[in-house]
T-cell receptor
Framework: EPEVTQTPSHQVTQMGQEVILRCVPI?????FYWYRQILGQKVEFLVSFYNNEISEKSEIFDDQFSVERPDGSNFTLKIRSTKLEDSAMYFCASSGLSGNTIYFGEGSWLTVV | GQSLEQPSEVTAVEGAIVQINCTYQ??????LSWYQQHDGGAPTFLSYNALDGLEETGRFSSFLSRSDSYGYLLLQELQMKDSASYFC????????????FGGGTRVLVKP
């Protein structure tokens, strides 16, 4: 069964450093997403991406965040200058055009120290 | 603002039936989804309701009442592997396919 894959599974970074989280969405999907989940809390929407541009973003997704689809398969989330409160599990997800069924990857656990 | 309310925890025995309720207040509504998440794992899609009524998928069923801003997930014939957190999530707008998640219900299945 097709799946969303993410790398790295776990990253530890120092405060102020830049981090890039990578994702390979399901190949025939058109919408791509990033969500995050702080330990013990609910899943929070960050951004959706369609047709090579941001479709929707949340207030969490401020200027330190950016997304990119550098080639036909990868989808990345960059955090420019990490803060302690960015420590969370970051989930990449993808869906078809309707968005009725969204498939999540296994997540990238980011620890900022 | 957007809010989704669901119970924080439910405990039941193997073979039992559990109903997880979800009430929502959102600026728009296009559908209600349910996701299962095991500890340390990814949210896994279970069901999506856009219209009123019951959707059945094996042991799991989901119900929606748009007029009551209410839905539920019904877990039948509970198995140990069903111990997980269950999240309701609302798609609140047509553009962007954004999902707003509830706080999750932790289901503990005991032998």
């Amino acid at each position: 069964e097709p799946e969303v894959t993410q790398t790295p599974s776990h990253q530890v970074t120092q405060m102020g450093q830049e981090v890039i989280l990578r994702c390979v969405p399901i190949s025939n999907h058109l919408y791509f997403y990033w969500y995050r989940q702080i330990l013990g809390q609910k899943v929070e929407f960050l951004v959706s991406f369609y047709n090579n541009e941001i479709s929707e973003k949340s207030e969490i997704f401020d200027d330190q965040f950016s997304v990119e689809r550098p080639d036909g398969s990868n989808f990345t989330l960059k955090i420019r200058s990490t803060k302690l409160e960015d420590s969370a599990m970051y989930f990449c997800a993808s869906s078809g055009l309707s968005g009725n069924t969204i498939y999540f990857g296994e997540g990238s656990w980011l620890t900022v120290v | 603002g957007q809010s989704l309310e669901q119970p924080s925890e439910v405990t039941a025995v193997e073979g039992a039936i559990v109903q997880i309720n979800c009430t929502y207040q959102t600026s728009g509504f296009y559908g209600l989804s349910w996701y299962q998440q095991h500890d340390g794992g990814a949210p896994t899609f279970l069901s999506y309701n856009a219209l009123d009524g019951l959707e059945e998928t094996g042991r799991f069923s989901s119900f929606l009442s748009r007029s009551d801003s209410y839905g539920y997930l019904l877990l039948q014939e509970l198995q140990m592997k069903d111990s997980a957190s269950y999240f309701c999530a609302v798609r609140d707008q047509a553009a962007g396919n954004k999902l707003t998640f509830g706080g999750g219900t932790r289901v503990l299945v005991k032998p």
